[in-house]
């Protein structure tokens, strides 16, 4: 008898047991489920407030430039205004630290260029720059451009080469910051030539324009968009592009490759935002974002300025990131520079 009452005791438990799992299972799912509308009204009402979209060089940039271009056009489609924040520092580590931690509503957004992807193997960043970021677009890619005061006597890649092999460390070259893409473009250029130059870095290629522009520094790997305008001026003189291929927008200018084979650096520019943005905000702003870059007048500026439009989906921009984490945490490691120094 005792053991019956036992046994009917721990089948009432165990039904207990169950009922309450279920019960709580239920609560969770049903709070989930009534998660859902809020989050599907506040992707339907996106936006409802001014977008800010960081750049994390100063004005005058690659970043600065296409974030103004893209912004008022981007802004007449969503029915809010997109408001550049430039934030400049460490190599634009700065900037995107901000974009990382901001709440993924999809009110901020930031403009990067190929600095981004070689920001890792320099500094200790607080977050993964493939994961904890949701991509957006990548907008074009493009190259750098080594660039001369035109009173140098330097005209080519080659007497650039001669000059420095014959005076190590006289040959300054000056970057948009320690860590970015000018800055390893420079020292993939030392190991493949045997050369040694001197790095000057700035706070965006706004600053190294007016440094070149100038004769504070000789040269400097920059991006072709703020180059362009001052290269057409006469006020600086190409003697190379980054790229495999030679670029339209300055199609006299041979590529370094030509002289020292097999060089190679890809520049590019996109957009992403903080980790968790809901799916259907990401994909109203890629949808426009790629339909502004797919407009005849931007299609026509970006080849004007040397690059390539891209405007595809928010995971091809992922996947040029992790191709670049890639390849220059092969060459810090190689070169043991940045947080692989020795």
């Known amino acids: 008898m005792q053991i019956a009452r036992a046994r009917a005791g721990t089948r009432r438990r165990g039904r207990f047991r169950r009922t309450g799992a279920t019960a709580i299972a239920a609560c969770l799912l049903a709070g989930a489920t009534s998660l859902l509308p809020a989050v599907a009204t506040a992707a339907a009402a996106y936006p409802n407030r001014p977008i800010r979209l960081l750049t994390p060089f100063a004005p005058g940039g690659g970043s600065d430039i296409l974030s103004r271009l893209l912004g008022p056009q981007v802004s007449e489609a969503l029915g809010q205004q997109i408001v550049v924040d430039n934030r400049p520092g460490g190599g634009g580590t700065l900037g995107a630290g901000i974009a990382v931690r901001a709440v993924p509503d999809g009110y901020t957004l930031i403009t990067v260029s190929g600095s981004y992807g070689a920001n890792p193997v320099m500094h200790k960043l607080p977050y993964d720059s493939v994961e904890d970021i949701t991509p957006i677009i990548l907008i074009g890619e493009t190259g750098l451009v080594i660039t001369m005061n035109p009173k140098s006597p330097i005209k080519s890649v080659k007497e650039a080469i001669e000059f420095a092999r014959a005076n190590p460390g006289k040959l300054r070259f000056g970057s948009a910051g320690v860590g970015g893409l000018g800055h390893l473009s420079q020292e993939l250029f030392q190991q493949a030539t045997g050369i040694e130059i001197t790095h000057v870095p700035y706070k965006g290629s706004g600053p190294v324009m007016n440094a070149l522009l100038s004769g504070e520094i000789h040269s400097s790997f920059s991006s072709l968009v703020p180059s362009i305008p001052h290269i057409r001026a006469g006020r600086l003189y190409p003697i190379g592009v980054t790229t495999p291929w030679r670029i339209d927008a300055v199609k006299d200018v041979p590529t370094v490759g030509e002289t020292v084979p097999g060089y190679e650096s890809i520049h590019w520019y996109g957009i992403w935002g903080p980790k968790g943005i809901p799916p259907a905000i990401v994909q109203r702003l890629n949808r426009e974002f790629a339909r502004v870059i797919g407009t005849p007048n931007m299609q026509q500026w970006l080849a004007h300025e040397g690059m390539r439009p891209a ?26 520079i940045g947080i692989y120094a020795k």
């Open 311 to 336: 405007g595809g989906p928010p995971e091809q921009f992922r996947d040029r990131i992790r191709s670049d984490v890639a390849k220059w945490t092969k060459l810090a490691k190689a070169a043991g």
